[in-house]
């Protein structure tokens, strides 16, 4: 096997994005073609995922480094790039003549967060986020003109950049405690200086740029904009795919501390029960349903992190589960925003309202999905908070727990609401059915599927998520 | 894994399910089809149940038609079903209330393949918490068990039903959220990895302070469920919003899933902690049961009548479990058994004279034995049961728990059997108001319950008048579960 075929899924992507520049330099737009060849790309761009899971080696002078780890996360980025696409028939949010722009950015950033899972060096990783952070900017505000957009756009950058610029500092720091930008080094030298101000400082200051991907508290100030100034599809693509990424390298960066900070752990036990009981709380006023599920992506972030302070193998290995169910449950909320809000527009949650009679399989998709978000049982999204507690619980983080389930109790209010919408509520001028096509059925049903057959068996998945964990220690 | 000769309860399970699967994919329009179909997997289930209660080996004893596979390896999960003393009653009644419920509902016009899809899927739950010996699936069929409760009550059911479904998915959930810690904290603490009931039950696995803090998370937990007061506040108005069916199933089948979740999981696992919070156990127990007979007392709405009735009398299961006895256990469970029915035929009757008059205000009632003097008889009957008449199952269950609790607690035990009095007393109130006196003309056409749909009533009035007469039949079977336990406590 040579080398560089370690690279393939970045290189597929990367040729993706080829097809969609030349794509975007034909001078009459045809959306039709774009669609079916973003279809067609994407879906083999899963395929090729999924092939190259087994692979393992590094590259790049040991600054990329291809493992379980990465290529579990790369499976689940190619996934969710695929997914949007598949969203985007009525792509009637951005102008028909951006579509391939559109594609071609979205392309760019799969790209960057996959060079960012498998980064093992800070600098590499810095470029990788920063790559995938300018395509989001560019996405954000190709959206068809509704105002909002520019300024969600500009909040993005400003936010952003902020960030960005704190994080750089905090590697700074951790460059000059341990005298090195290889993880590999890095992990073998902060256990043992973790204790000293300079080294969590850079740490925490590190992390306060994934945090921005991941809308943790105090980094959430740009979702709930973001999320409605952004189109259907790209929101959908933020709140999946980007989060997954966010996952990824936070897992990557806090198990470099080996378990051993007390400090970190609390840190993170602060930003965790603040990103839930503020994104929950938030939530329940929202009239939009994309700020919605923008506050119930910041206490998810909440949850996720539960996980990952729990610093231990099962920890890692239940976040991960977590990112994955997250991925699905939000892509299936997402496919019936983009269904149901088909000129493109932004989806009030009263407009839900007759959905069970407008399309049951939408009503009930949703209805599926919310309930997860919620973490009821049977789906995916219980069994990963499960998972979540469960680690937290061996670490004997009690408190949190019952935190944390509190705060499940009052987010099942507004999703509630959402399936009220849905179940019981009568639209005041009576609405056409929406039509539903069979490709769209199949999808629909697919993720369901998925939801609840991984829900009550989540052997096989808890399995690749722990094989996965090991590779970080 | 592990099998007995033929998986009855895996059977029972996959009714619901099954049944659930093959309404989901019959057209909306076919509402008679659907009807048939509920009723026919709800038969299925109700055979079944009562088939286990009787072919349980009582000399055997213990947890029998014992199914495993295993689910969750590095976690310890396995799907586990079986059953024992405790849970055959349950089980029985669960099945029972089903087959009733979905006869009640024969007159269901509204979103047909909706309700008794998500009824079957409330009451897969059921069964599966009566039946599990694994904390993880107790869990998980516990919580199966109470979302269908909202759309159930929030589409089918009237008076303020929006804010009654909200409040009691909210409350139980809150209730499961106290449960999911207690239950990852014992399973963390014993150290053998596994969610095994009856691996983690073997005396010395928990200190008597894990016990302690372990019990009152899962007590208070469950308890929500099982109406404890205080918080009880969300089944009256529960109750009370739900549609006809879903107030059988929640007041009948439902709260029980509390106060067994209390007898299964916490005091299973946490035998000392039981004895230590014993006596707040009992002290709320008897409040619940002073209070809802005084609350009772002051309401004019039939339902909320039953609802908080249903307070005193599950605050009795309560006082029961809480003398730590042979006979508090056995009448707890048996109270259990009898009340879930005895609020089935409550529901089941009132449900029939709401639908038929629109009304459920006491006031506004009045005369109705001379109008519907069946649909009144099946009320009646209930409402003797509720008092405790002898003859009925109720009567000796409440008989056992008050015995027991007399000895255990005279004060409080004495206090209770003083609140039963003032209970007869609002039920005989009710029925002399609603039944009684004058009869209103504006009801004089409105028809009498037919032969058809009177069968659920009178099954229920058959199986309330069976184990009044031969509670034996009950006893004997709790006693196989509950001697063994008690004796075994350290």
């Known amino acids: 096997m040579k080398l560089w075929m370690l690279f393939i899924p970045e290189l597929y992507c990367l040729l993706m994005g080829v097809v969609f520049f030349g794509l975007a330099m034909v001078a009459r737009p045809n959306p039709r073609r774009d669609y079916f060849v973003a279809l067609l790309l994407a879906s083999i761009g899963v395929v090729v995922a999924l092939a190259s899971v087994k692979l393992e080696g590094s590259l790049f002078f040991e600054a990329y480094r291809v493992d379980l780890f990465s290529q579990v996360f790369k499976v689940m980025l190619a996934m969710g790039f695929f997914l949007v696409v598949c969203l985007c028939t009525e792509l009637n949010g951005i102008e028909e003549r951006h579509h391939p722009e559109f594609y071609l950015f979205l392309t760019t950033c799969t790209l960057a967060m996959m060079m960012l899972v498998s980064s093992v060096e800070l600098l590499t990783i810095y470029v990788a986020l920063e790559l995938s952070s300018y395509s989001l900017y560019i996405l954000v505000p190709l959206r068809r003109g509704y105002g909002i957009d520019v300024e969600a756009g500009i909040k993005y950058l400003m936010v952003g950049a902020t960030s960005s610029a704190v994080m750089l500092f905090g590697l700074s720091f951790l460059f000059g405690v341990t005298h090195t930008t290889y993880v590999v080094d890095i992990i073998h030298v902060l256990p043992n200086v973790i204790g000293t101000p300079a080294a969590i400082l850079g740490l925490l200051l590190t992390l306060c740029g994934f945090f921005f991907k991941l809308a943790v508290f105090p980094f959430h100030f740009w979702a709930p904009d973001v999320y409605q100034g952004a189109a259907n599809q790209v929101t959908a693509y933020i709140a999946s795919a980007s989060k997954v990424a966010a996952v990824a390298i936070i897992i990557r960066m806090v198990s470099l501390v080996g378990g051993n900070s007390q400090y970190l752990v609390d840190v993170l036990v602060t930003l965790s029960i603040a990103s839930m009981t503020l994104g929950n709380l938030v939530a329940i006023v929202q009239k939009d349903m994309k700020r919605l599920l923008a506050y119930s992506s910041i206490s998810h972030a909440g949850y996720v992190l539960i996980g990952i302070l729990s610093m231990s193998p099962t920890g890692y290995a239940s976040a991960i589960f977590y990112a994955l169910a997250y991925l699905v449950m939000n892509l299936c909320c997402f496919l019936v925003v983009v269904k149901v809000a088909q000129d493109g527009s932004d989806l009030k949650i009263a407009q839900l309202a007759g959905l069970h009679r407008r399309s049951p399989i939408l009503a009930m998709a949703l209805m599926l999905a919310v309930f997860g978000l919620a973490g009821i049982p049977p789906t995916i999204g219980f069994t990963g908070k499960f998972l979540v507690f469960t680690a937290a619980m061996e670490k004997g983080y009690i408190t949190l727990v019952i935190i944390a389930m509190i705060n499940a109790t009052i987010s099942l209010y507004y999703y509630i609401m959402v399936v009220k919408a849905a179940y019981l509520l009568e639209p005041d001028v009576a609405q056409p059915q929406l039509a539903v096509s069979v490709p769209t059925k199949v999808l629909t049903a697919s993720l369901v599927a998925v939801m609840v057959v991984f829900g009550v068996f989540p052997t096989y998945l808890l399995e690749v998520a722990r094989a996965a964990a090991r590779m970080l220690l | ?490």
Request: hydrophobic fraction near 55%; aromatic fraction near 16%; glycine fraction near 10%.
């Open chain 2, 1 to 490: 894994m592990e099998f007995a000769n033929f998986p009855f309860l895996s059977a029972i399970l996959l009714s619901c399910v099954v049944g659930l699967l093959v309404i989901l994919f019959i057209p909306d329009e076919r509402k008679m089809l659907i009807k048939w179909v509920s009723l026919v997997f709800s038969g299925i289930a109700m055979v079944l149940s009562i088939y286990l209660f009787f072919a349980y080996d009582k000399t055997k004893g213990g947890f029998q038609f014992v199914e495993k596979v295993l689910w969750v390896k590095s976690l310890g999960i396995n799907y586990h079903n079986a059953v024992d003393g405790f849970s055959l009653p349950m089980l029985m009644l669960t099945g029972i209330v089903l087959f009733t419920g979905v006869l009640t509902m024969w007159e269901l016009e509204t979103r047909v393949k909706e309700f008794f899809a998500f009824t079957f899927l409330l009451v897969a739950g059921v069964f599966g918490v009566f039946m599990s010996m694994d904390l993880f699936f107790i869990f998980v069929w516990y919580d199966v068990s109470l979302f269908p409760m909202y759309p159930l009550i929030a589409i089918w059911g009237s008076t303020r039903k929006e804010y009654g479904a909200m409040k009691l998915t909210l409350y139980l959930l809150a209730g499961s959220a106290l449960i999911l810690p207690g239950i990852l904290y014992l399973f963390v603490n014993s150290g053998l990895n596994t969610f095994n009931l009856v691996t983690l039950m073997q005396p010395g696995t928990f200190t008597p302070f894990q016990q302690k803090f372990a019990f009152i998370l899962l007590y208070l937990g469950f308890g929500i469920l099982a109406g404890v007061w205080p918080f009880h506040t969300w089944s009256p108005v529960g109750h009370v919003a739900a549609p006809t069916a879903v107030s059988m199933i929640h007041a009948g089948v439902l709260m029980k899933l509390g106060a067994f979740g209390v007898l299964r999981v916490a005091i299973f696992l946490c035998p000392e902690g039981w004895q230590y919070w014993a006596q707040l156990m009992a002290v709320l127990a008897t409040c619940g049961i002073v209070y809802g007979a005084f609350v009772g007392l002051a309401q004019t709405d039939l339902k909320y009548v039953i609802g908080y009735s249903s307070v005193s009398h599950m605050g009795i299961v309560g006082l029961g479990l809480a003398t730590v006895t042979v006979e508090g256990m056995n009448g707890a469970v048996f109270q259990m058994f009898a009340h879930g029915v005895m609020t089935a035929l409550f529901f089941s009757s009132v449900g029939y004279i709401y639908d038929k008059t629109h009304t459920k205000m006491i006031p506004e009632l009045g005369g109705m034995s001379k109008t519907m003097p069946v649909a009144s008889g099946y009320f009646i009957v209930a409402a003797l049961a509720g008092i405790g008449v002898p003859c009925l199952a109720s009567f000796w269950a409440e008989l056992l728990v008050f015995i027991s609790a007399f000895k255990t607690y005279p004060i409080r035990g004495a206090l209770a059997i003083c609140a039963l009095v003032v209970s007869a007393l609002f039920m005989l109130r009710v029925v002399q108001r609603t039944f009684y006196g004058e009869k209103r003309d504006e009801f004089d056409h409105l028809p009498d319950v037919s032969f058809g749909l009177g069968i659920p009533r009178m099954i229920l009035v058959a199986v309330i008048v069976f184990f009044g007469l031969f509670p034996s039949v009950m006893i004997d079977v709790i006693q196989v579960a509950s001697i063994p336990f008690i004796n075994g406590l350290p």
